[in-house]
């Protein structure tokens, strides 16, 4: 079963921005779509980008026009750029696929801790 490594997390203050990383193992990476998920403290893990093999994309209306979720398919690698950071979207971000059957999800991985605070 695929497995994925999250990294490019940290402390950056409102305004500021990160770019997050997804390293995938195994194979067919890029038939897949992709996802960025998030989960804050006391909340319910949420799906914020999403990203076809193709390149289609799709947002969570409290990250469009900030967030850009992009693929490279030959390093079987996803990535999330935030720009215009809120203290909100202070979470751990993870990746795995999306729009797919539970019993094609990954593993999920450990995430990586964003921080939004001055």
């Known amino acids: 079963q695929v497995q994925f490594v999250e990294s490019g997390g940290g402390l950056v203050q409102p305004g500021g921005s990160l770019r997050l990383s997804c390293a995938a193992s195994g194979s067919r990476f890029s038939i897949y779509p992709m996802g960025w998920y998030r989960q804050a403290p006391g909340k319910q893990r949420e799906l914020v980008a999403r990203i076809t093999g193709g390149g289609s994309t799709i947002y969570t209306d409290s990250v469009k026009g900030r967030f850009t979720i992009s693929r490279d398919n030959a390093k079987s690698t996803v990535y999330l750029q935030m720009n215009s950071m809120k203290p909100e979207d202070t979470a751990v971000y993870y990746c795995?696929?999306?729009?797919?059957?539970?019993?094609?999800?990954?593993?999920w991985g450990q995430g990586t801790q964003v921080t939004v605070s001055s």
């Open positions: 795995n696929r999306a729009a797919v059957p539970d019993s094609l999800m990954g593993y």
